[in-house]
């Protein structure tokens, strides 16, 4: 047999075979023995929920039968058979760049991989249209999809996030019996986009032509790609089928797959219930996500019996991850089930903290006194972690679970940390009625090594004793070699104020080796306000040699708390001669506090001299806000203005100035900043002077800085004339003299504004021609922006339309994109606008059909071009069109057979505003009003004729 002939029947048995595929077509199954995806039954023993028996809140509505659909299986041995020998074909299809399409060829979307092939036969896509005739482009792809999801509001009814995804494309025509490959690509997009649509044929140019014989093809492909990923792209599927659909792709090897499809599966109402087992199985998944995104929904279906039962069975699960996840949600949908103490009294004891966590939770909220035998039983078992969770519990029941007691009290001995402050916090709560307790906690906190437990046992002591027994015991820990022990009684001390002892331990801590516990030291003795006379001297001599800059802080804040500010001042102002800036900076912060006390503002000016940028500007914050009603400063200040390097402590500084004198005052500075070298010295004092209206001399600085040779400066100082207004006005013939010879697009833009502002428009519009005849680009394309706002102006129209025809393309667009706002003003362009409508690229062809629109009825002769335009183009363009159509009105009455076409159910429409916007442009040609019914725009028509 010849080549062709094998080849014609493969594709015959091919297109019959996949034909039997789809949804409606699908063969009918033995409901007993389902192939497909199947939706295990419950083996779980069946009980009432919690929710029934306590009537919590209805069961969710159990789907019906999940759809049978074809197994991958069976679908995969398909593909083998009788799609992989045609992939292999067109993969080894001889490349031929001489070949062209046609207008006659019908598109054939072709998987390269059986996943797909799985989704696009459930979908039910029709195997005759894809292998109809030899005219036929095959374009055989497969799909990358990216690891990450990012957030997205594009049209998705059961995920709100995308994934980014490559489309392989190659594209392969049948000439003469022979294969050949015309293009590769491939295509990037996001899935669940509504650019999907249209991303093939816009970004293979070969394609563009097939457009209109493609589109419910590539509609398909859409669907193809979103369910591939685990999003539902439609919003007709059927119910069942989206569940089949998304339980398959919850085995995806993609983790995002896995986690949209187990989110996609909890927005479907009523709620998959068979998809739990799947469900619960994900919640082991090596994915973190994936495993939240399962749990997720199924805590939405934890109130079904089924669903129930499976969680009950799941707190088994030899998965860490799988118990944890199932003990949260029953933990969080059933609080206060009796029906699960027995549970959450088992998990108690699990291996995995997590899931002892939830168990501590639940048992927890849940406080019920009879399960306190149990978790007292619990304080002895093996696992330390089991013990620790048990005290915690026990803790929580307070008063009620004293009988825990001596076993609270026996765990002070523990080997575990963690054990040994659990209890403590524990019997701090439950109580010590016969003082045992206490006896051992005095004797263990004494030897304590663990910060964490021995506070806990202090804090234990506290409630059961008096705070001078406390700070005993506290002297006696202190001399432990454990840095942590001592950092912690260093804490605890700064609530035992007035206790005899407690100022000696402080004093002793506040020259320890260890910066945090000086650090915690000097905050506790801030509140010793009664030894004030016995610790400032001490804690003076501290500072003074202190080289760490937060026990610094500490102690020079505990200095202050205790003699005030104005005792500490002087000392503070020697302090900032100290060679240590970590030390420096620790002293202008303290300062910055206390900004407007007395005196404070001398010293922090001092500091703005120093030597350390990084001080000075710590000083200059400190500044902020000051009170500067006095002058007496001002003078160190503008010195230290004068001397200042860095441009934004300069600025600052002499906002200062003018804030506790004049404006006037500091022009020389700003003066002086012009003259830097550092460009943003004078840029910021160019900016500085916008708010120096009225102030003599600020004019005539920004004058001088439009000739400066750095742009940015220019800049600036043109936008900071816009700002002082009318007393500018002498500066616009330096204005125009600049603006004409500018090249830099920023300034340039600057400049034609205070040149508009100072004068007129109209004025400007020669400056603007000039501007057109740069040889930068970008100072084309700004002149043109800057048109926009000149409509009504004389002569701004042609100044555009000499802009149209301008070499590059973006000075093109945005001339077209200015003349939108002219509306009927535009017209003179309309020659114009017809040849840009006629451009390669869509983004002009639309810009142009709206400034056509806005022309109005004035732009008749357009009307051809517009009609070609919804006739041919991709619907995000047709739109633009029929707005325009419908802008010009009545006549424009040829295009409304084709606009009521484009209201038809049947005619594939992918942009969602394309309908809305013929009804609109119907109503404005025809003067009718029929809304969306094709059939009375129809009968309306025939009866006009």
Known sequence: MERKSIILVLLSIMGVLLS???VANLPAKDPATPSGVKFPEVTATTMATPAQQQTLSP????????LVLPSKEELDVRFEDEILPLVNQLILAAYDETLTLGENYQVAYIPKTSRLFYVQSVLGIDGSKIFATDDTVYILYEIERGESLTYSSVRQSSSAFTQEIIVNLQLVVRNNEKFFVIESQKVTGGSGSTTLTNLVDNSVPSLQKLAGNAADIENDLEEIIGYACGIDMSYSIDHQLEAALFTYALDSDNWADRYQAANALGKLDPLPLKSASELIS???D??????????NTLNKMAQAETVFNLLLQAVD???DDIRYHAANILRDVYPDSDLLTETFLMLLHDADTMVRQEATIWLTDYRNPATIPSVIEALQDTNPDVRESAAQVLGEFGPDAVSAVP?????????????RRAAAYALKNTGDPDGTALTELKKIAKNETD???????????????DKETVVIILNEAFSDQNEDIREEICSILEDFQGVDGVTDLLLLALNDENEYIRRNAATSLANMTDDAAQIVPELKKVIVNEQISDAYGEEISALVALSGIDQVLPFLQEELERPEVKIRIAICKILGKYKNSPGVAGVLLIALSDQNENVRKVASEGLQGIDNSSTSHLAELYEAARRETDPDLFIDMVKKIAKSSSKADTIPLLSQALESDLIEFRVQACEALADYTGVKGAVSLLASSLDDQEASVRQAAAESLVDLGNEAATTLPDLLRVAQIENDRDAHYAEIKAIASLSDKESTLPILETGLQSTNVEIRRSVCRELRGYAGVPGAVDLLILAMDDEEYWVRYDAVDSLYWYGEEALPALPKLLITMKESKANMRVISAAAIGAIGPEASAAIPVLIAMVQNQQDYEKSFAVKALGKIGPLARQAVPILINLLDPDTIVNDYDLRPNCIEALESITLQNYGSDVQKWQEWWQKSQ
């Open 451 to 465: 910060d964490m437990a021995f506070r806990a046992e202090i804090s234990a002591i506290t409630a059961f004793s």
């Open 282 to 284: 994900l919640m082991g």
């Open 407 to 419: 076993k609270l009290t026996q765990l002070l001995q523990d080997t575990d940390e963690d054990v």
């Open 20 to 22: 039997t595929c789809t």
């Open 286 to 295: 090596s994915n973190e996500k994936v495993r939240t995104g399962a749990a």
């Open 59 to 66: 069961t969710p509505t159990v789907t019906e039968e999940p």
């Open 317 to 319: 699960n030899p998965n």
